[in-house]
């Protein structure tokens, strides 16, 4: 265990067997984990939680990316037990989890905790908008199902797109039942079932991240022209619409 503060209760690891509490909360919040995500942070990452009389009212979750990065997520308070500092006592934790693994801590953040996240040293990196929509009919790259030969190029696929190595990520995701993944010689995209909504990604090509076998051709153009390409093509292909804009943070320059 390790101690928040004088007044709050002491934060334990969470395993496996605590994936039920921490659905509870997370529903409670209207967020869209299943208990295969948390089970993921339980098993793989380093998740704390509060206990209150046997009932889980907080959790953070740390995941590290190998070598040298690493994710906060799933800081949630249930709402009876907000406003007492729990949220960035659990939060400085899950930051000192990965630093001490020497690791930068990162997370997607809303703007309503962007003061605390500078109070804690975060900096901005750049803006995330997440899209919403029922999809639609698209011509592109002839696509098939992933098979397990796949994996290890996936895998390597991802980690030189995306900076740091997550075979760990990449491996749990495809192996779920709900997971569709789909590959061509261009690269990847895979979707798995939330509990209201099938989230896409990742979703790579050879010479870059963030364009997909089902977006645009964007390989030679500016990034503000690909962000660009890529709004007009989630918007007349696929119908989708911009929700919760977030933005990138790092604990670090």
């Given at each position: 265990m390790a101690v928040i503060d004088a007044a709050a209760p002491a934060s334990e690891i969470l395993t496996r067997e605590h994936v039920s509490g921490a659905m509870a909360l997370s529903v409670?919040?209207?967020w869209n984990q299943t208990p295969e995500d948390w089970a993921l942070f339980t098993g793989l990452g380093r998740t704390r939680g509060i206990f209150v009389e046997g009932e889980l009212i907080a959790?953070?979750?740390?995941?590290?990316?190998?070598?040298?990065?690493?994710?906060?997520?799933?800081?949630?308070?249930?709402?009876?037990?907000?406003n007492r500092g729990i949220?960035?006592?659990?939060?400085?934790?899950?930051?000192?989890?990965?630093?001490?693994?020497?690791?930068?801590?990162?997370?997607?953040?809303?703007?309503?905790?962007?003061?605390?996240?500078?109070r804690l040293g975060f900096v901005d990196i750049f803006p995330l908008r997440r899209w919403q929509g029922e999809g639609g009919k698209v011509r592109g790259a002839a696509l098939g199902p992933a098979a397990p030969k796949d994996l290890e190029s996936l895998v390597t696929l991802d980690a030189a797109a995306?900076?740091?190595?997550?075979s760990f990520l990449i491996r749990d995701f495809l192996g779920r039942a709900s997971t569709r993944a789909l590959v061509s010689d261009a690269g990847?995209?895979?979707?798995?079932?939330?509990?209201?909504s099938a989230p896409i990604g990742p979703r790579l090509i050879r010479n870059g991240w963030l364009r997909s076998a089902?977006?645009?051709?964007?390989?030679?153009?500016?990034?503000?022209?690909?962000?660009?390409?890529?709004?007009?093509?989630?918007?007349?292909?696929?119908?989708?619409?911009?929700?919760?804009?977030?933005?990138?943070?790092?604990?670090?320059?």
């Open positions: 409670e919040a209207g959790t953070a979750a740390a995941l590290p990316y190998e070598p040298r990065l690493g994710y906060v997520s799933m800081v949630l308070v249930t709402p009876r037990h907000r949220a960035t006592a659990m939060l400085r934790q899950a930051i000192d989890d990965l630093e001490n693994r020497a690791c930068t801590a990162m997370l997607d953040a809303t703007q309503a905790g962007a003061v605390i996240y500078r995306f900076g740091a190595a997550r990847f995209v895979r979707t798995c079932a939330r509990r209201w089902i977006a645009p051709p964007m390989a030679e153009s500016s990034p503000a022209a690909m962000r660009s390409a890529y709004r007009t093509w989630c918007r007349s292909t696929c119908t989708f619409a911009a929700v919760r804009p977030r933005r990138r943070r790092s604990s670090r320059d």
